[in-house]
Each structure stands twice: as C-alpha cells, then as structure tokens.
C-alpha cells in the first residue's frame, strides 16, 4: 500500500469521534446473545428524535463513521453507531484474513442497536432509520427486506415493531444476493459507477428488480466514483490487500478515493431522504 494512503487510512480507524457517549447492548442472537459496543450521540433537548443507526464497512468504525453521527446529530437525530468488529475482537485490516463473520451476526446486531433505541425515552420509535457502507450496506438493506426478516423469523429473530422506517446503503456488498428480492421500506443505494469492490451493476439490477415489483427503492450513481467516495481526505490509490469477490484470480484489491462532488450530493440526498421519511408524521 502507497505510504501515504496507509498513514491515511489508519488515521481514519484509529481516531474517535468527539461528544459521544459509549454504550453497549445485547443482540438478539437466540439462545447466545452477543454484547456490542457502540457510541451513541444526541441532540440537546429531550426529544423524542427520529433516530439512524449506523453500520461500519469491513474496516470497521472510523473517523468517518465518527464524523457521520456527527453530522446525523447536528440535524437533530439521534446517532447509534454499533461496532460489530469490536464485539468479535476482530481489527480493521479489510483483508484476507479478516474472519469470515456469518451475514446473521451483523443482522442481529442490527436488531439489537433497533431494540436499544426503543428503550430510550428520547427516541420516537417510529422513527427510526438505518445506513450502511459497503459491508455494513448489504445488512442496512437486510432488516428492510421482507425474505430477510421471513429468514430471521424462522430462527427466532424478529424485529421490535415498527422495525426501521427507512434505510441507505452506501456502496453496499452483496446487491447480488438480493437481486431477486424486495424491500418492505423505503430504500436509497448510492454508489460510484467506477466501483470495483462492490460493483455497481448487481445493485442496479436489485433496484430496478424490486421497483418492478412496487418497491420504494432508488439507487443513484456517481459518474467516476469509486469506494470510499464519502471518506474525507482519503487519496485516490489502489489497496492491494483487501478482498475482493470481484477478483476471483486475484483474491485482492480495490481501488478507494475521495470523491467532493459525490459527496456533497450524498448528504444533500441523504439529508432529504431521512428529512422525508424519519421526520413527517
């Protein structure tokens, strides 16, 4: 990996976010529930407040992660960030040899972080949303998907109810498991068409399935962007270490890059989006 992109990264994992409190909650893993870590933030005041739940990629929480709560928080919402790789003793390397975490473990976090919320007395529990990057997308996709929670029902897992009003996915993995089924919430997909760790394409083909069958679904494509478009002051260069499914072959690499003007889009869009449907009544 380029020296510098290296510094980069590791500065964007190793560094927390400011005026954040640490929490923890169980799972909702039947039989064994697991403790997950996490930060919560909120807006002064004693709400309630809609509520999003953030979901990191295979690097796991970064400054990124830390900065988007932030942001989240600053227009009012409350911020859960769950840190399914702490909870498993598992680092940032994105690579080869980061464990193999079965998909059900991250969907139960995710049940967990909603029923967490649902106990805190700011929180509107009907308004509640969810956003993903990359591997935290495929499962921000998941817990608004009617044969995923069909799946989770039949092992014991089931959501609080309302469960999530809406949910994004950001560059998510794992479109192409999905392409043939349907969400039962509204859901936003954004992603950059020059992506070749998750690639565009299974992710075009799962939204345009789903909005075939009635589905509030919508995906939006950068022109020239690649992953990690939305991490600030990330170079562009290509990680050669890090797995990819893409690249049978080869086992490895992807290419990563600040994108400013897919950026900027993003939280205009993510910003009407949750504006839209975590905030009417």
Not at 248 to 266: L, S
Request: glycine share 10%.
């Amino acid at each position: 990996m380029p020296g510098r992109a290296c510094v980069v990264l590791l500065a964007l994992i190793a560094l927390a976010g400011c005026a954040s409190t640490r929490v923890a909650f169980p799972n909702v893993t039947p039989g064994t529930p697991l403790r997950v870590p996490g930060w919560e933030l909120r807006p002064d005041g004693d709400g309630p407040f809609p509520a999003v739940v953030l979901l990191h990629t295979c690097h796991g929480v970064s400054t990124s992660t830390h900065a988007w709560a932030r942001w989240f928080r600053d227009r009012r919402y409350v911020a859960l960030i769950v840190d399914s790789w702490a909870a498993r003793g598992i680092g940032n390397e994105c690579d080869e040899k980061t464990p193999d975490v079965p998909s059900t473990e991250r969907f139960d976090d995710t049940a967990g972080a909603l029923r967490f919320l649902h106990a805190q007395r700011f929180v509107d529990p009907n308004r509640i949303g969810v956003i993903g990057w990359s591997n935290g997308g495929v499962f921000s996709i998941a817990v608004v998907n009617g044969p995923s929670l069909e799946r989770a029902r039949r092992r014991g897992v089931t959501l609080e109810p309302p469960g999530f009003a809406a949910a994004i996915a950001v560059y998510p993995g794992g479109c192409y498991s999905l392409v043939n089924e349907l969400v039962t919430r509204p859901l936003l997909v954004l992603m950059g068409d020059a992506d070749d760790w998750t690639l565009p394409d299974p992710c075009v083909e799962m939204v345009a399935n789903m909005r075939r069958r009635g589905a509030d679904a919508t995906i939006v494509l950068y022109p020239g962007a690649v992953h990690y478009f939305d991490v600030v002051g990330q170079p562009r260069t290509y990680l050669p270490d890090v797995g990819n499914r893409n690249k049978p072959g080869e086992c490895c690499g992807a290419t990563v890059g600040y994108d400013a003007a897919a950026f900027a889009d993003e939280q205009r869009r993510i910003e009407e989006f949750f504006g839209y449907h975590l905030r009417r009544k």
